[in-house]
């Protein structure tokens, strides 16, 4: 896997963007289920199939990142990680074969300027 794992926080939006690497390493999964590790303050992302709880639909066609639509999550993530501005934040990821899943540790997000990307 050479692409980078990185998922962006886009508190302005109220998105999460899910790069290509996170797509990669997920080995482009039909569904995804978000999961968030109160204690850990970890943000987990799992392929699953149609039948599990609360599950994503990815798009079919491939694509450079995909966008969750999330405000009431990314409030949750501000609240949990102690944010105190609406800055956007990308956190890059580790692969966890065992699970088919992406974790993100939140507190190691970094601020970012999207304009720049």
């Not at 390493?25 to 699953?48: F, G, R, S």
């Not at 079919?60 to 949750?76: D, Y």
Request: overall charge negative; charged content about 25%; hydrophobic content about 40%.
């Amino acid at each position: 896997m050479s692409k980078e794992i990185l998922l962006t926080l886009d508190q302005w939006e109220g998105s999460i963007l899910l790069n290509e690497g996170v797509l990669d390493a997920l080995d482009w999964p039909k569904h995804i289920q978000v999961y968030i590790n109160q204690n850990e303050k970890m943000l987990l992302l799992k392929a699953c199939s149609v039948d599990d709880q609360q599950a994503v639909v990815m798009p079919e066609e491939r694509t450079v990142q995909f966008e969750i639509s999330g405000r009431s999550l990314l409030k949750k993530i501000k609240h949990l990680v102690g944010w105190t501005d609406g800055q956007p934040r990308v956190c890059r990821g580790e692969y966890l074969p065992s699970h088919r899943a992406v974790r993100f540790h939140l507190t190691e997000a970094q601020p970012v300027d999207l304009e720049l990307h």
